[in-house]
């Protein structure tokens, strides 16, 4: 049985900097492509940042020089650092393995509790 658990979340103010952190079981962690999942109140869940297995990685627009992802495939985790954080950046963060493509979509329907990144002075 799949399962994600996600930490590392908090509140910062603008500009700072906050790491997350998820650990997943239930899957060959190495095999599968990673992403890091947002979604802010009132919007769709979006995908901001995927790390294939072969350690390419990917970032949207909105996030694109400010976060950094990385994976341990020793410990099945993968992590999302975030600095010069802006309050838009508020959301709940969540990761799922990823299916990559034009529009990269999650491989498992199960999710997360998610860890709460609130930016706000």
């Known amino acids: 049985q799949v399962q994600f658990v996600e930490s590392g979340g908090g509140l910062v103010q603008p500009g700072g900097s906050l790491r997350l952190s998820c650990a997943a079981s239930?899957?060959?962690?190495?095999?599968?492509?990673m992403g890091w999942y947002r979604q802010a109140p009132g919007k769709t869940r979006e995908l901001v940042a995927f790390?294939?297995?072969?350690?390419?990685?990917n970032f949207a627009e909105s996030v694109k020089g400010r976060f950094t992802i990385s994976r341990d495939n020793a410990k099945n985790t993968v992590d999302l650092q975030m600095n010069s954080l802006k309050p838009e950046d508020t959301a709940v963060y969540y990761c799922?393995?990823?299916?990559?493509?034009?529009?990269?979509?999650?491989?498992?329907?199960?999710w997360g509790q998610g860890t709460q990144v609130t930016v706000s002075a």
């Open positions: 239930g899957i060959i962690f190495r095999t599968y492509d």
């Open positions: 790390i294939f297995s072969s350690r390419r990685t």
């Open positions: 799922n393995a990823v299916v990559p493509g034009y529009r990269p979509t999650p491989v498992f329907g199960s």
